[in-house]
C-alpha cells in the first residue's frame, strides 16, 4: 500500500499531460479498492486503517479526481473495509429519506428558518435539494468509522470500555474524510453531532454544541434515524438484542425533548402511513440494501 503513496508522487511531478496522471491516479485508486476488498487480516488490525486514511486523503491523488469521484472513492473504501457500516449508513438515508419527505408534505413549517428557508414555498421549491442533503448527511454520518478497526464496530458482543472509548471518536474522525471535497464540507454538523441529544446537554463530542449549528434540524432527522436504525438492526453489527419497533417509538417518545427532537417524534406518532413506512424500511428494508451494494460494488 505504501508504494502507491510513492507512485503519486511520481506521477503528480512527472513531465506528462495531465490527462496522462488523471488516468493513472484512477487505476491508482481502483487498485486500491481491490485490496482492501481482498485483505486478509480478518480485520483486527489497524494498520490497514491507518493506510487507507492516508490514501483516501492523500493530496497527490485526489487532486486528480473531480469531486464526485473522490466521494465515490471514499465510499467504495467505506464498502471494501466495512460494508456493514455502509449497510447500516444507507438504512438510515432511507429513513432519513422518508422522514424528509414527509416533513415537506405534511409539516413544511418545521423546516421555516432553517437554512436560510423563510416560507413554507421556498421549502416546495427546494424539496430536491432538502432530501438530497439528508440522504447525503445520513450515507456520510459514520465515514470516521473508516479510522476503526472493523472487529470493534462488528463483533457480536458487548462493546469493553475501551472500545466504546474508541467509537466515541469516530464523529471527529470523520471531519477528515470530509476535507477532500468543497462540496462535502456542508456536512460538518450533521457528521460531528449525530451523537448529541437534543437538548445539547448529552451525547459525544462534548466540546460540539448542536444547539448552536445552523444544521441543528438536519442533526435532529440523522439523530432519530442513526437510533431507530441501530435499535432495530438484526444483521451485521449486531452486538445487541433488537428491538421491535414499537419498543423503539415508545424510547422515543420517553427521549422527546431531551435526546430526541418533540417535532419529529410526533410527526411520527400524528402521520399513520409515515409510521407504516418506516417501520416497513427498518424491519424489512435490508435484502433491499445488501442488494444494491452487491450491484453496485461487487463487481
Not at 10 to 25: E, G, L, Q
Not at 110 to 128: A, F, N
Request: contains cysteine; aromatic residues 10%.
Amino acid at each position: 500500500m505504501n508504494h502507491y503513496t510513492d507512485l503519486a508522487f511520481i506521477v503528480d511531478t512527472a513531465r506528462v499531460s495531465a490527462n496522462y496522471k488523471k488516468k493513472h491516479v484512477k487505476m491508482f485508486c481502483e487498485d486500491i479498492i481491490k485490496m482492501f476488498r481482498h485483505r486478509k487480516d480478518q480485520q483486527t488490525s489497524t494498520q490497514y486503517n491507518q493506510a487507507l486514511e492516508c490514501v483516501s486523503t492523500d493530496p497527490r491523488l485526489i487532486k486528480y479526481l473531480n469531486d464526485e469521484e473522490r466521494i465515490g472513492f471514499v465510499m467504495e473504501l467505506n464498502v471494501a473495509t466495512q460494508i456493514t457500516t455502509y449497510a447500516h449508513s444507507t438504512h438510515v438515508a432511507r429513513l432519513a429519506e422518508a422522514m424528509m419527505k414527509a416533513i415537506i408534505k405534511h409539516r413544511r413549517e418545521l423546516l421555516v428558518g432553517k437554512l436560510g428557508i423563510s416560507s413554507k414555498w421556498q421549502v416546495r421549491l427546494h424539496q430536491r435539494q432538502l432530501i438530497h442533503f439528508i440522504i447525503h448527511a445520513a450515507l456520510l454520518h459514520d465515514i470516521g468509522k473508516n479510522s476503526i478497526v472493523s472487529v470493534v464496530n462488528n463483533d457480536y458482543r458487548q462493546l469493553s470500555d475501551e472500545e466504546r472509548r474508541i467509537i466515541r471518536m469516530h464523529p471527529r474522525m470523520g471531519l477528515k474524510y470530509l476535507k477532500i471535497s468543497q462540496e462535502l464540507k456542508y456536512y460538518h454538523d450533521t457528521t460531528l453531532g449525530h451523537h448529541k441529544w437534543y437538548n445539547g446537554k448529552g451525547g459525544y463530542p462534548s466540546d460540539f454544541d448542536n444547539t448552536k449549528s445552523p444544521y441543528r434540524f438536519m442533526i435532529d432527522i440523522i439523530t432519530l434515524c442513526d437510533c431507530m436504525q441501530a435499535a432495530t438492526e438484526r444483521v451485521g453489527r449486531n452486538y445487541k438484542q433488537e428491538k421491535s419497533f414499537e419498543k423503539v417509538m415508545e424510547e422515543l417518545r420517553e427521549g422527546a425533548g431531551t435526546r430526541y427532537n418533540p417535532d419529529l417524534v410526533k410527526l411520527i406518532d400524528d402521520i399513520p402511513e409515515l409510521y407504516k413506512e418506516l417501520e416497513r424500511i427498518a424491519i424489512y428494508g435490508w435484502p433491499d440494501i445488501y442488494y444494491e451494494i452487491y450491484k453496485n460494488y461487487m463487481r
